[in-house]
Every structure is written in structure tokens, then in C-alpha cells.
């Protein structure tokens, strides 16, 4: 009897490689290539953080703080107020830039601003004490429209009183 070894595979076995190979590149591979679901994750977060550090600034600087969205231009700006009564851009932390966020440019290309609801207004002020307020000086209520919207299906509301930001 005589003793033979398998030096390589058998067409049989190739070809289920290869079938277990494609199988795994369709379910896998769109979700490696798919960039959308990961640029809404990071755009919404990005508004997220700005509303708390304006949260913070107001309330470690005692001013007033607003975001003035516009939707039509799909970009957003962080402004302080002056004694005085006048607004000036915030400087970015570690930047000596104004506080505008562009989205649908560069890292967030992918990013629209589809909607803000801030008791039917576009700007959101924070006061001193931290406490969200609509552009005419009325705090936020509970139950009331507090909300931006992003390629219109990711929700970010403020929660009136503590200014809580939730992505939805």
C-alpha cells in the first residue's frame, strides 16, 4: 500500500474558499467602504460638543453666549456678548480663529443641516447660569421644540433648564 501525500487542494475545496471568500466581501466590505453612517456619528457629536462648551463658557465667564444656525448656508457660529450689548465671534479653543463651523466641507463633507427648532427660531443663547434661552430671552420649556437636525434623521435636542444635549 502505498503512502501518498496531498500536495495542494482539490478543485472541489478552491471553490468553496472562494464562495466563503465573496459571501464575506458582500456582507462585509459596504460596511467597511460606507462613510455616511461614521461622518452623521462624528457631525453630530461636533454640534454636541460646541453647545456644551458654550454651556461651559457662559458659565465660567458669566456672559451670555449664542449659536446662530443657518440652515440655507449650512453652517453655524458661537458668539459672546459684550457689555455693551454687541456680539463678537468666540475664539476657538487653542485657535486664534472665530468660532464659525462649516459642515459640508472637509471632514464633514458629508454633513447637512436640515433643520433647527429653537421654539421656532434659529438661535439658541445661553446665559450666565447655563440656561438655554430662545433669540428673545425665554428659556426653554419642558416639553417645548429644542432641537437641530442633521442630514434629517439625526436629532440633537436641548433639554430646557440644564442645557443636557441628547443625540437622538
Known sequence: ???????????????????IMGILSVLVLPKITSTEHYSLFVGSRLVRDD??????????TGKTVK??????????????????????YLKR???????????????????VLTDVDINGMDE?????????????????QPGGNAFITLNTRKNIQIT?????????
Open 1 to 19: 500500500m502505498q503512502n501518498h501525500l496531498n500536495k495542494g487542494m482539490t478543485f472541489l475545496e478552491v471553490v468553496m474558499v472562494l464562495l
Open 124 to 140: 439658541l443663547l445661553i446665559n450666565s447660569q447655563g440656561v438655554p434661552l430662545d433669540k428673545n430671552l425665554i428659556p426653554l
Open 51 to 60: 453647545i456644551r462648551y458654550a454651556v461651559d463658557y457662559s458659565t465660567h
Open 67 to 88: 449659536i446662530v444656525f443657518s440652515v440655507p448656508e449650512n453652517f453655524y457660529e458661537l458668539m459672546e456678548k459684550n457689555p455693551d450689548g454687541s456680539w463678537d
Open 160 to 168: 430646557p433648564v440644564t442645557a443636557l444635549v441628547r443625540m437622538e
Open 93 to 111: 479653543p487653542a485657535m486664534d480663529e472665530e468660532y464659525i463651523v462649516e459642515l459640508g466641507t472637509g471632514a464633514y463633507k458629508d454633513i
